[in-house]
T-cell receptor
Framework: DARVTQTPRHKVTEMGQEVTMRCQPILGHNTVFWYRQTMMQGLELLAYFRNRAPLDDSGMPKDRFSAEMPDATLATLKIQPSEPRDSAVYFC????????????FGPGTRLTVL | AQSVAQPEDQVNVAEGNPLTVKCTYSVSGNPYLFWYVQYPNRGLQFLLKYITGDNLVKGSYGFEAEFNKSQTSFHLKKPSALVSDSALYFCAVRGNTGGFKTIFGAGTRLFVKA
């Protein structure tokens, strides 16, 4: 049963610390998405990649957030420095490259910045 | 620009009754439309999609959705609700003119009462 995996599942950190979240997409998927979910803003698209290249990261605060795909089996989302307003659940999703295909979501990383 | 609206924050229905969760969209060109469900502390799960063809689409767990082009709607339906259907439901839309960006609605919380 192929699944998107995310680590860590929970992260509590103090303001100013660096946070790195990792995602392993489903083998064979070459489109990867990062979302952030909060009660106030709902589900927001932060960035997405195709074949490891960033296609759109306009939803991401550039001054502190960065997203990369070092290889086809790993996507990372980094926040440096973290702030309390970054507290949210961060989801990674993957899919096949054709646009009408659905996305497969990971279980999320719940981030709390104190 | 693409957009999707879920006009109801919450829908309450009694077990055994039919349910409808509403969704309207705006997109350039022909739309690709999706419904996802999110259970507590989980990632989103794909339910069904409309790409082309028959306006009535059947999906997982007995759900179906009706595409109405003239009303730009894609309402989710189920003939007989179960308590286990209680969850957060997201409608999503993607245009077919390049890119892979999918826009998600704000979500509708469904409560099914026994």
């Amino acid at each position: 049963d192929a699944r998107v995996t995310q680590t860590p599942r929970h992260k509590v950190t103090e303001m100013g610390q660096e946070v790195t979240m990792r995602c392993q997409p489903i083998l064979g998927h070459n489109t990867v998405f990062w979302y952030r979910q909060t009660m106030m803003q709902g589900l927001e698209l932060l960035a997405y990649f195709r074949n490891r290249a960033p296609l759109d990261d306009s939803g991401m605060p550039k001054d502190r957030f960065s997203a990369e795909m070092p290889d086809a089996t790993l996507a990372t989302l980094k926040i440096q420095p973290s702030e309390p307003r970054d507290s949210a659940v961060y989801f990674c999703a993957s899919g096949w490259p054709v646009g009408y295909n659905e996305q497969f979501f990971g279980p999320g990383t719940r981030l709390t910045v104190l | 620009a693409q957009s999707v609206a879920q006009p109801e924050d919450q829908v309450n229905v009694a077990e055994g009754n039919p349910l409808t969760v509403k969704c309207t969209y705006s997109v350039s060109g022909n739309p690709y439309l999706f419904w996802y469900v999110q259970y507590p502390n989980r990632g989103l799960q794909f339910l069904l999609k409309y790409i082309t063809g028959d306006n009535l689409v059947k999906g997982s767990y007995g759900f179906e959705a009706e595409f109405n082009k003239s009303q730009t709607s894609f309402h989710l339906k189920k003939p007989s609700a179960l308590v286990s259907d209680s969850a957060l439901y997201f409608c999503a839309v993607r245009g077919n003119t390049g890119g892979f960006k999918t826009i998600f609605g704000a979500g509708t919380r469904l409560f099914v009462k026994a």
